[in-house]
């Protein structure tokens, strides 16, 4: 399937057309919201399958940042918050890849990915899509647990390797 070309704001300030990257191979992961330290979660939080575990999948992505590199694969973070609300965690746990924002759902409604509604909020579920010279090659959904994410991936791509 064509990635759709859609160019969404990421927290370096840029703005990033996923079906235009000269990469090997993209990985990017979906993921509902990141807490901020202080704030309370929505309510009923801990009881959304799959809600839980978004920090530790982004630690994840990050622990493999050399993986990645290796394997020709750039990575990016999806959600639906603002790049305000996302560069906080990009910067308080130190992630060295960009996270993109569709707030307005361009992609996410472009390509009919799963959502769900809490305390008002329209949230992506966590998948992970590995895209390739403009389409999806590959698929990961569900996502569980989030925090072996990143290996999941890393491994996929080994298995699947390009000459």
Known sequence: M???????????GELIDL?????LRTVAYCYPMTGVPGRPLPE??????????????????????????????????ISTQTSD?????????GLSFDILSDAQFKFCDALQLPTFQVDGMRLLKRLTL????GHI???F????????????????????RLT
């Open 44 to 77: 009923g939080w801990d009881n959304i399958p799959g809600a839980r575990g978004c920090t530790p999948q982004a630690l994840g992505f990050q622990e493999h940042t050399g993986n990645f590199a290796a394997l020709q694969a750039e990575v990016f973070g």
């Open 137 to 139: 090659e590959h698929v």
């Open 85 to 93: 609300y996302q560069r906080e965690v990009k910067e308080r746990v």
């Open 2 to 12: 064509p990635v759709p070309a859609i160019a969404l704001p990421s927290t370096s």
């Open 130 to 133: 590995v895209l390739r010279d």
């Open 141 to 160: 959904y569900p996502v569980f647990p989030p925090n072996e994410s990143a290996s999941e991936v890393v491994q996929w791509l080994r298995n699947h």
């Open 19 to 23: 079906s235009k990257r000269t990469s």
